[in-house]
């Protein structure tokens, strides 16, 4: 995600993105998409019981 996309989308949220969950920058979706330690990652997942789900991930060391 852009810094503005990251801005836009936690903008009602009352936490800092930096302590969003964490995913390791060794998992093998983070090297497929080439992501570095400090991006952002949307994760949208389809559910049955929710339809739709939005997480977020930001990739460390």
């Given at each position: 995600m852009?810094?503005?996309?990251?801005?836009?989308?936690?903008?009602?949220?009352?936490?800092?993105?930096k302590d969003?969950?964490?995913?390791?920058s060794h998992?093998?979706?983070?090297?497929?998409i080439s992501?570095?330690?400090?991006?952002?990652?949307?994760i949208t997942r389809?559910?049955?019981?929710?339809?739709?789900?939005?997480?977020?991930?930001?990739v460390?060391?």
């Amino acid at each position: 995600m852009t810094e503005d996309e990251i801005a836009d989308e936690l903008s009602d949220v009352e936490y800092d993105f930096k302590d969003l969950p964490k995913i390791k920058s060794h998992d093998p979706v983070v090297k497929a998409i080439s992501a570095k330690p400090g991006d952002v990652l949307r994760i949208t997942r389809e559910s049955q019981t929710a339809g739709v789900f939005i997480t977020y991930r930001i990739v460390e060391d």
